[in-house]
């Protein structure tokens, strides 16, 4: 059983550890400081999680109450989680609740993008304001908030939040929910990121036994695919592991993503070099069902982690200071520039960035196409004959 002292002396350490109390209780301590009490009960033969506040400001005596209300629903055949969801929402006026209603009116856009705002969401705000009255939430609430995001570190998640939490506190003054916005109040009060680039291998020799790594990988095929197809198209990660099989058009040896899944919004195509289209000919063999190219190991509706690529890198010894899955495209851009010196203007274009011409027009798509599919032939040769000096040595 957990005693008052124990929970008051736990610190944070490496990673989130529990202290359990008894029948179901437990006092989550997070590694960014935060102390949690975690219900932990089954519903229907289904494992769930109730959320009882934050330590100290809930006492272990409290949690123990909210624990002994919600064992008696469960008693009774109701899912105490589902009964709090309900009330909050059918209130209409808790944060969770406008949080809703602004997404459903905001609608999808980009599939990474989206992708981050759920995860801000569903990570960081709602868990700590979701059940609030939004107009009770005062900008010392919104702040703690943000600085727990800032505490480990994501200082530019952290100012995200803090807007995209605006966002749903205008939208809730335009309902007649909400009073103010504290977003606005706290903005100046935020931690500043520090500007930084991708880690990138830029240099030929380097790159090379980067890419012998690679052809070592003992992964799995799905991202062993995705590694190597990270060098030859270098694309953004998102853009990759989003990929569906409609993309990939084999039949003009090409990859086509429409414009709501580009960064800049504008539809893409990737000329694909024989290198190229052979991986993505063997991984289509592997695997015909499901939409994602790179599909996860759990379930083809998913696609592979935006930590895959990554993790791989750190098994293979190239941590985050020596080479990133975006950093693929820094090793390109110099490479193509420097060693096989094709024309800024095409790497641009294949790289997808906002290019324009003298009288200020955004170049198409096609812009290049039939230059930028021999360039994209000639880097995948390029790094055919750097594997091969680097596996000669």
Same mark, same amino acid.
């Given at each position: 059983?957990?005693?008052l002292?124990?929970?008051?002396?736990?610190?944070?350490?490496?990673? /989130?550890?529990?202290?359990?109390?008894e029948?179901?209780?437990?006092?989550?301590?997070h590694?960014?400081?935060?102390k949690?009490?975690r219900?932990?009960?089954?519903?229907?033969?289904?494992?769930k999680l109730?959320?009882f506040?934050?330590f100290?400001?809930?006492?272990?005596?409290?949690?123990?109450i909210?624990?002994d209300?919600?064992?008696?629903?469960?008693? !009774?055949?109701? /899912?105490?989680?589902?009964?709090?969801?309900?009330?909050?929402?059918?209130?209409?006026?808790?944060?969770?609740?406008?949080?809703?209603?602004?997404?459903?009116?905001?609608?999808?856009?980009?599939?990474?993008?989206?992708?981050?705002?759920?995860?801000i969401?569903e990570g960081d705000?709602?868990?700590i304001?979701?059940?609030?009255?939004a107009?009770?939430i005062?900008p010392? /609430?919104?702040?703690?908030?943000?600085?727990?995001?800032?505490?480990?570190?994501?200082?530019e998640t952290?100012?995200?939040? @803090?807007?995209?939490?605006?966002?749903?506190?205008?939208?809730?003054i335009?309902?007649?929910r909400?009073d103010?916005?504290?977003?606005?109040d706290?903005?100046d009060?935020l931690?500043?990121?520090t500007?930084?680039h991708?880690?990138?291998?830029?240099?030929?020799?380097?790159f090379g036994?980067?890419?012998?790594?690679i052809?070592?990988?003992q992964?799995t095929?799905?991202?062993?695919?995705?590694l190597?197809?990270?060098?030859?198209?270098?694309?953004?990660?998102?853009?990759?592991?989003?990929?569906?099989? =409609?993309?990939?058009?084999?039949?003009a040896?090409?990859?086509?993503?429409?414009g709501?899944?580009?960064?800049?919004?504008?539809?893409?195509?990737?000329?694909?070099?024989e290198?190229?289209?052979?991986?993505?000919q @063997?991984?289509?063999?592997?695997?015909r069902r499901?939409?994602?190219v790179?599909?996860?190991?759990?379930?083809?509706?998913?696609?592979? =982690?935006? @930590?895959a690529?990554?993790?791989?890198?750190?098994?293979?010894?190239?941590d985050?200071?020596?080479?990133?899955?975006?950093?693929?495209?820094?090793s390109?851009?110099?490479?193509?520039?420097?060693?096989?010196e094709?024309?800024? /203007?095409?790497i641009?274009?294949?790289?997808?960035? =906002?290019v324009? !011409?003298? @009288?200020?027009r &955004?170049?198409?798509?096609?812009k290049h196409?039939?230059?930028r599919?021999?360039?994209?032939?000639a880097?995948?040769d390029y790094?055919?004959s750097?594997?091969a000096?680097s &596996?000669?040595?």
């Amino acid at each position: 059983m957990l005693t008052l002292a124990a929970a008051k002396k736990a610190e944070s350490g490496d990673r /989130d550890y529990k202290l359990f109390d008894e029948r179901g209780l437990f006092l989550l301590v997070h590694k960014a400081g935060g102390k949690y009490w975690r219900f932990k009960y089954r519903y229907r033969g289904k494992e769930k999680l109730l959320s009882f506040g934050v330590f100290p400001e809930v006492t272990l005596t409290e949690a123990r109450i909210k624990r002994d209300d919600a064992r008696k629903q469960l008693r !009774d055949d109701i /899912d105490p989680g589902a009964k709090r969801v309900k009330a909050r929402l059918a209130a209409g006026e808790s944060f969770e609740a406008i949080y809703r209603d602004w997404l459903a009116v905001r609608g999808p856009k980009s599939t990474t993008g989206d992708e981050r705002l759920k995860r801000i969401f569903e990570g960081d705000l709602l868990p700590i304001l979701g059940g609030r009255p939004a107009r009770d939430i005062t900008p010392p /609430d919104l702040l703690d908030v943000i600085r727990r995001i800032e505490a480990r570190g994501a200082i530019e998640t952290g100012r995200r939040a @803090n807007q995209f939490a605006g966002q749903v506190f205008r939208f809730g003054i335009a309902t007649s929910r909400c009073d103010r916005d504290p977003s606005q109040d706290i903005r100046d009060a935020l931690a500043t990121p520090t500007k930084t680039h991708f880690s990138a291998i830029t240099e030929p020799k380097a790159f090379g036994r980067l890419l012998c790594a690679i052809d070592d990988y003992q992964g799995t095929p799905v991202v062993s695919a995705a590694l190597k197809l990270s060098a030859l198209l270098f694309c953004r990660p998102g853009e990759l592991r989003h990929m569906t099989w =409609s993309e990939v058009v084999f039949d003009a040896g090409r990859i086509e993503i429409a414009g709501e899944r580009m960064k800049m919004g504008e539809p893409h195509i990737i000329p694909l070099s024989e290198q190229a289209l052979a991986i993505f000919q @063997n991984l289509h063999e592997l695997h015909r069902r499901g939409d994602f190219v790179f599909h996860s190991a759990k379930t083809i509706k998913r696609p592979i =982690s935006e @930590n895959a690529v990554r993790a791989a890198l750190r098994t293979m010894g190239f941590d985050n200071d020596t080479h990133t899955g975006h950093g693929f495209r820094a090793s390109a851009r110099t490479m193509l520039d420097e060693v096989l010196e094709f024309p800024v /203007d095409w790497i641009e274009h294949q790289l997808a960035h =906002s290019v324009r !011409d003298a @009288n200020g027009r &955004a170049y198409n798509r096609t812009k290049h196409l039939k230059q930028r599919a021999g360039m994209m032939q000639a880097w995948a040769d390029y790094l055919d004959s750097l594997r091969a000096q680097s &596996a000669s040595l």
